[in-house]
């Protein structure tokens, strides 16, 4: 018996609610092709071991599943990262996290020699393993109190022969008494009882959301940060898009000096920092 063609699979795909592109790269990672193969090749037929395979994986991307986990990575910064349910998916707003650090250590923290760098609930690695890519000169350690999300950021940044230290712990327990030039952090900021978490729910929850407000960890990280700051260093956090008035009122309220927030690609303040006196 004939098997389904690719053009009829990518029907399929669009009836189902499916974006054209998330069905393309499914059944080209199904089939070890190019997009540009499947487009040439669209009547190609599927046996029922693929079929089957293509069934459980339109399923799951139609009831909201992140392409990411389906494929098991996602592009950072140019960097493919691996990611599985236990990590968040990087996001293009955090290379405004990213690209703001960069700026520091090329800027006012570029005497020190090496930079400190620590990335405090690190998740897949991604805004470690960008920094240390892109500033291969600091000295870069990242945290996180989930021992598997811990293993994938090692495992992201063996395979891409980054030089990052790991630890593992909640926020400022999992570094000791290290003092930092510049410390980053995309914690949990959603408020527990947000709707969007609806639509979120195939992601891991601790990552998400501390409960409450929101802020819990962002309060965390900030009221901690002068212990682990070395004089004139620098902290930057990513945070929820009507956060930031209250997020600026955190760091004025520890000390900080030169607070700032910068806005995402969408125009939403998504990234405030100061510096430590």
Known sequence: MNGPRIAE???????AGVDRLDAQLLLGRLLGQSRTWLLAHDDTMLDATQHAAWNSQLARRAAGEPLAYLLGEKEFRGLLLQVDP???????ETEVLVEWALELLDGPLRERSPPRVVDLGTGSGAIAIAVKHECPAAQVSATDASAAALDMAIANARRLGLNISFAAGSWWDAVDDAAFDLVLSNPPYVAGADPHLAALRHEPLAALTPGGDGLGALRDIIGGASGHLAPGGWLLVEHGYDQADAVQALFGAHGFSAIATRSDLAGQPRCTGGRHR
């Not at 699979?9 to 009836?15: M, V």
């Not at 236990?86 to 293009?92: A, K």
Request: hydrophobic share 55%; glycine share 0%.
């Open 9 to 15: 699979l990518l029907a399929q795909a669009r009836a």
């Open 86 to 92: 236990n990590v968040l998916v990087p996001r293009p």
